[in-house]
């Protein structure tokens, strides 16, 4: 069975520059989580997706975005990149909506920002 | 909102030897406690976790893990480590109804053969 898959896998940007990120769950999987983890920390929560509505939002600005279609898959969006955003960018997919489920995480996409 | 410490950022360990990773976390109200692990080139995947019921939870690959509610703690445990354990641990806590999964800062283990 497929697990979380992501892409790219990695990528280089400017300064200014937008970005998307792209993630499909495990088939069945209705929840889609984006985390953030900057080298030597762990990762940070963005957003959470749950039948392609919002459900939680951690503290990042608003040039994070996100969405979720209708096959559950998923895009982060970063609009007017910072060198601050250079990170390994995770997406993880669970059955449930909140708390209990287990999150399953996909490889990442690191994103460099020059 | 609920944080994770991990106090401990690098451990080196010799095979067999016994493992602590300590986690502690800081939040009032009912918690659903996490160990996930990162082996070298690979994703996140789960070692273990505790919702309610027994405090001491059992994992994949011989980890366990602790619940002590008056310490706010869920520290990590291994009686005898391997080579193959070598990896990053990360300790997770979200509350109930609550999406927002807090990770600690991961601790490094490497075990020397």
């Known amino acids: 069975d497929a697990g979380v898959t992501q892409s790219p896998t990695h990528l280089i940007k400017t300064r200014g520059q937008h970005v998307t990120l792209r993630c499909s769950p495990i088939?069945?999987?209705?929840?889609v989580s984006w985390y953030q983890q900057v080298l030597g920390q762990g990762p940070q929560f963005i957003f959470q997706?749950?039948?392609?509505?919002?459900?939680g939002r951690g503290n990042f600005p608003d040039r994070f975005s996100a969405r979720q279609f209708p096959n559950y898959s998923s895009e982060l969006n970063v609009n007017a990149l910072l060198l601050g955003d250079s990170a390994l960018y995770l997406c993880?997919?669970?059955?449930?909506?909140?708390?209990?489920?287990?999150?399953?995480f996909g490889e990442g996409s690191r994103l460099t920002v020059l | 909102a609920q944080s994770v410490s991990q106090h401990n950022h690098h451990v080196i360990l010799s095979e067999a030897a016994s493992l602590e990773l300590g986690c502690n976390y800081s939040?009032?109200?009912?918690?659903?406690l996490f160990w996930y692990v990162q082996y070298p080139g690979q994703h996140l995947q789960l070692l273990l976790k505790?919702?309610?019921?027994?405090?001491l939870v059992k994992g994949i690959k011989g980890f366990e893990a602790e619940f002590i509610k008056s310490k706010f703690s869920f520290n990590l445990r291994k009686p005898s480590v391997q080579w193959s354990d070598t990896a990053e641990y990360f300790c997770a806590v979200n509350a109930n109804n609550n999406n927002d999964m807090r990770f600690g800062a991961g601790t490094r283990l490497t075990v020397k053969p």
């Open positions: 997706y749950y039948e392609k509505e919002e459900r």
């Open positions: 993880a997919s669970s059955f449930r909506d909140r708390g209990t489920g287990e999150l399953f």
């Open positions: 088939s069945g999987h209705k929840s």
């Open positions: 505790y919702f309610s019921g027994d405090p």
């Open positions: 939040y009032g109200g009912t918690v659903n």
